[in-house]
Structures are given as structure tokens and as C-alpha cells.
């Protein structure tokens, strides 16, 4: 099963051109990265189940994506990972380094 690509689309802002992270603040595309990637990381752990989840065919992989989003937004608001506050100093610094400052 692959992560969903509506949530793809939304992180990377190609769903609506006009909610793009282009232009947006660190902090915002920080908080989409972190949430994608703990969707990844649900996705992988669910894989460790025998038979899965919700079990097999196009109705557990429905389920299954929408476990992974939901999980993965609620791991990354709760902020337990740390990775948006470390992608957002990386993205800020290299703001700075360019000359065009956090926005």
C-alpha cells in the first residue's frame, strides 16, 4: 500500500495551487513535512502486522491510509518527533543565507 496521494499533495501544496508552500513560512512547511513523515512512519509500523490492520483488498488499503494521515497529523501536532522545530532552523538559516530572511 502507498501512502495516500491526497496527503501528498496536500504536504507539498500541489493539491490547491493556491494553498501552496511556496512563499509560505518555515514554520507551516515544517509542520507538513513532519506530518508526512509520520504518516510514513505509521505506514511502515502497520506493515509489521501479520494480515493488517483492516485486512487485505482495496477496503484495508482505504482504512489503512486514512489510519496513517490521521496518526501521523496527531503524532506531528503533538510535536513528540521534534522535526518541524529542526526543518524550520534549517529552512530559516538557509532563508538567511540566501539574503532573503524569514518571511
Do not use: C, N, T
Request: charged content about 30%.
Amino acid at each position: 500500500m502507498e501512502i495516500r496521494p491526497a496527503l501528498a499533495a496536500d504536504a507539498l501544496g500541489a493539491g490547491d495551487p493556491a494553498r501552496g508552500l511556496e512563499g509560505s513560512s518555515p514554520a507551516k512547511a515544517a509542520a507538513k513535512f513532519e506530518e508526512m513523515f509520520a504518516a510514513l512512519l505509521v505506514k511502515e509500523m502497520r506493515k509489521a502486522l501479520p494480515e493488517g490492520f483492516f485486512g487485505d483488498g482495496s477496503d484495508g488499503d482505504i482504512y489503512g491510509g486514512w489510519l496513517d494521515e490521521h496518526l501521523g497529523r496527531a503524532i506531528a501536532r503533538r510535536g513528540s518527533l521534534g522535526i518541524a522545530e529542526l526543518v524550520e532552523r534549517g529552512l530559516v538559516e538557509k532563508q538567511a543565507a540566501r539574503g532573503g530572511g524569514p518571511s
